[in-house]
Each structure stands twice: as structure tokens, then as C-alpha cells.
């Protein structure tokens, strides 16, 4: 081999991990209930279409958005669950506090995947980065009883195209001095950052793999991708060039939230108000973060899955709910169409600042602008102590009355009540199937 292959020859200047939960609501249910555990599990009813399949699921053909319908003829015998995003989101906090017993490093990527880095820990630990990241992985699957893919490597770049290597339950450890060997097998497509467009121009120049791609001068990457293109360079040749980030996310360029309802609904008042439950849901989330906002978009998507919208934005930023409804019901009945069917409703908060950072203009009314801020605090107080939505807006009113439907169910946790819980208010605790 030519001494040019060589991209490093220093094993581990860094080791940063890669841990990616495999078909993580899924497992979740498996964890809950071990009589799942080997059979096709499907979570997803309350949206009538796949939002994740186990394994023994996908190799019966279910992928994720397959209709619910198709489910059943690609695979009978699957066990089809509502979501339980409480349980869900309980497993990924105690996911993130196994791996910060090993490293404080610790980012947070999505709900279900993180990266560690585990520079300098062979010491402390007296074992090699490939023990650390191993014995991360066997305490995540001893306590949860779930399984994770895991890479280590040099970089974040590098160690997320290996935990899909071999996944699910792998383990790929992906040391400097063996970068010309893994990368030349590796497709364009396996990079973080290389969409559709980015493997055609780079194939039309004569790059048809990773390793085709870092042996290229830097030259070429930046002229090429530009800025990104030479960091995506820099991060596959071993180089670290996206920190790990540990801290928690506080600034949003944007807050979105959606809702799919089943089944489908041409009722205005009913779409309206899962719309307008949006709304507030959203300004509780910009609220919690001690932000405001200016701009707001709503969409419906129909049955067919296209969707509609309108964008507005008022002429000064707010914290307040009630500043956002008149709007908001004036963009609805722009975008609302009788006589067809509607299965989501969204809204997005952008233009977000700082609360307290609002501008008056010369003609606003500060004694209500001030009413409608102490009014939104109040109603969080209430909430808080009640349940959210205790306290709503009387145009949600008709989510009260929630239609009959075989896809309205329960999620398990939400019937089986401890005492002292409602159906608002629960403990963190995932109750087992034992």
C-alpha cells in the first residue's frame, strides 16, 4: 500500500462516540412489556401510519409512514401501539444520565441518539476508548433493556457513520490508522451533510466513495461545497471540527408544533380548534424559555398529505397567546377549505427574541399588552399545578369531546393510574409488563 493512503497514523488523538438507540420507541414498548419482545411491534396508531417498526417489523417489509392498513398486509400478526412519547421521553433522560456517569461530555443529538466525547478517559478508567464506549453500551442494555448501535472514532462526522455500520446492536471502532481501509467501501450517501444533490455533483467529478472524497486536495472540497464541504473534509479525514456540545439549547430560530388527528376531519370547528390547541401549545414552549415571538405561520395538511398555509406577523414581539388568536383564526379560515378532508394541523413561531427585548409602537396599548402578559402567567400557574390545558382558550373547547374512533386509544400508562395520578399528572415512572 502506497505511504498516500494513509490519512493518520495516530490511532485515537480523540475519541468521540457515537450511541443510536436501534428502533427506539419500539423498544421501549419491548422494555415495558418483555411479552413483546421477538415479535413485530408497531408504534403509530394514533397517527394511522408507521412511526416506528422493530426489526422483526422491518423484515417483514413495515418502514416508517407505511399506512397502518398496508401494515397489516405486509405483516398480520404486528402488534400495533399508540405512541407513548411520555415513556419515551422517560427512557431518553435515564439513556443520558448512563452516559454522563462515564463522561460529562455528553450531547444530546435527537431523543433516542448522543455523542461522548471520551478524550483523555483512559486514564481515569485505565482501560482503552473501546472498553469505555463498550461498557457505555452493556450498561445502557443491562438497565434499560434496550440495544444501541455505537461508534467510536475521531471525530462526530466519523463516529455516526459508524454506529449504522452494523446496526442494529453493533459496535464499530474506527481507529486513525485504519481510516484508507474503512472509508474506501463507504458510499457518498453514509456522510451527515451529503443530500441527493451533493453524491450527484460529487459523482459527476469522478468521486464515487468517502475515501475518493479526502484524497481529493482541500481545494477541491471548498470549491466544490464550500465552507461545509472543507469541514465535512477536515471531520472524514479524522480532524475535529464540530465540538461535542454539552450544553442545553436555550435560542430557537423557530418553534413548531403539529398535531395529526384520527380520523380524518372536514369539520371546520373541530380542525379549528386542534389548530388553535397548537397555538397554544407553542407559546408554552416559548414561554418555558423565557422567549417571544413576532411572526406566525399556520398549515393544515390534508388527507392526500399536501399541505396549506398563510404566514402573518404582528408589529411587535409577544410572549402572550392571546396576542396570536385573532390572527391565527383569521389565517384559518383563509386556508380552510369546505368539503375536504383534513388529518394535521401546525403552527411555527419565528422572529424570536429574548421576552422583554418587545418594542411599543406609538399607537399600541401598554395597560392590555401588560393584562394579556400577567393573564399568560397566570394560566401556566394554573397549569402547572393541574395539568396543561386545564386552563385553555374557549375555541379549543371541542377537543373535549374526543370522537370515537379505533385509533383514539390510550397509550397503556395513561389507563393504568397510581394512586394519587389523574389522567394530566403522572410520575416519571415507565410501570412494566411483568
Not at 85 to 99: A, D, G, K, Q
Not at 352 to 357: H, P, T
Request: glycine share 6%; aromatic share 8%; net charge positive.
Amino acid at each position: 500500500m502506497s505511504p498516500a493512503d494513509f490519512i493518520t497514523l495516530s490511532s485515537f488523538p480523540q475519541a468521540i462516540a457515537h450511541i443510536d438507540c436501534d428502533a427506539f420507541f419500539a423498544s421501549c414498548e419491548q422494555a415495558r412489556d418483555p411479552s413483546l419482545k421477538g415479535r413485530p411491534v408497531v408504534t403509530g396508531k394514533e397517527r394511522g401510519i408507521v412511526s416506528c417498526a422493530s426489526y422483526e417489523a422491518k423484515a417483514r417489509g413495515v418502514a416508517r409512514a407505511v399506512r397502518l392498513g398496508d401494515v397489516k398486509k405486509l405483516c398480520p400478526d404486528a402488534v400495533i401501539l399508540p405512541s407513548d412519547y411520555e415513556l419515551y421521553s422517560i427512557y431518553s433522560c435515564r439513556l443520558f444520565e448512563i452516559m454522563r456517569r462515564f463522561t460529562p461530555e455528553v450531547e444530546e443529538y435527537s431523543i433516542d441518539e448522543a455523542f461522548c466525547d471520551l478524550t483523555g478517559l483512559r486514564r481515569m478508567y485505565r482501560t482503552s476508548y473501546e472498553e469505555i464506549a463498550l461498557k457505555i453500551k452493556q450498561s445502557i442494555q443491562k438497565e434499560l433493556d434496550i440495544t444501541v448501535s455505537v461508534g467510536l472514532s475521531l471525530s462526530k462526522s466519523l463516529a455516526k457513520i459508524c454506529s449504522k455500520q452494523h446496526k442494529p446492536d453493533g459496535f464499530t471502532v474506527l481507529p486513525g490508522d485504519r481510516l484508507h481501509i474503512f472509508l474506501k467501501n463507504i458510499a457518498l450517501e453514509r456522510v451527515c451533510g451529503f443530500g441527493p444533490n451533493t453524491v450527484a455533483l460529487l459523482e459527476k467529478q469522478g468521486v464515487k466513495t468517502v475515501f475518493d472524497y479526502i484524497q481529493r486536495p482541500r481545494e477541491f472540497a471548498q470549491k466544490m461545497l464550500g465552507k461545509i464541504g472543507l469541514e465535512l473534509w477536515h471531520e472524514l479525514r479524522g480532524v475535529k471540527v464540530y465540538p461535542v456540545k454539552t450544553e442545553i439549547k436555550e435560542s430557537y430560530l423557530s418553534i413548531s408544533k403539529t398535531k395529526t388527528f384520527s380520523p380524518a376531519s372536514g369539520n371546520r370547528e373541530f380542525v379549528k380548534a386542534q389548530l388553535m390547541r397548537n397555538l397554544e401549545s407553542a407559546f408554552i414552549k416559548l414561554r418555558r424559555h423565557g422567549l417571544s415571538a413576532r411572526c406566525l405561520c399556520v398549515f393544515l395538511k390534508k388527507n392526500d398529505f399536501t399541505s396549506a398555509g398563510l404566514e402573518a406577523r404582528i408589529n411587535r414581539h409577544s410572549a402572550s397567546t392571546l396576542d396570536f388568536t385573532r390572527i391565527c383564526v383569521e389565517l384559518f379560515e383563509q386556508v380552510f377549505s369546505d368539503g375536504l378532508l383534513y388529518r394535521a394541523s401546525g403552527v411555527i413561531l419565528s422572529d424570536i427574541l429574548k421576552e422583554g427585548n418587545d418594542h411599543f409602537d406609538l399607537f399600541e396599548d401598554p395597560v392590555r399588552v401588560e393584562c394579556l402578559r400577567k393573564l399568560s402567567e397566570a394560566a401556566d400557574k394554573i397549569n402547572d399545578v393541574y395539568g396543561k390545558h386545564t386552563l385553555h382558550i374557549a375555541s379549543t373547547e371541542p377537543l373535549g369531546c374526543k370522537r370515537q374512533h379505533p385509533r383514539n386509544n390510550l397509550t397503556w400508562r395513561k389507563t393504568e393510574l397510581l394512586k394519587g395520578e389523574t389522567f394530566r399528572k403522572r410520575l416519571a415512572i415507565p410501570l412494566l409488563k411483568l
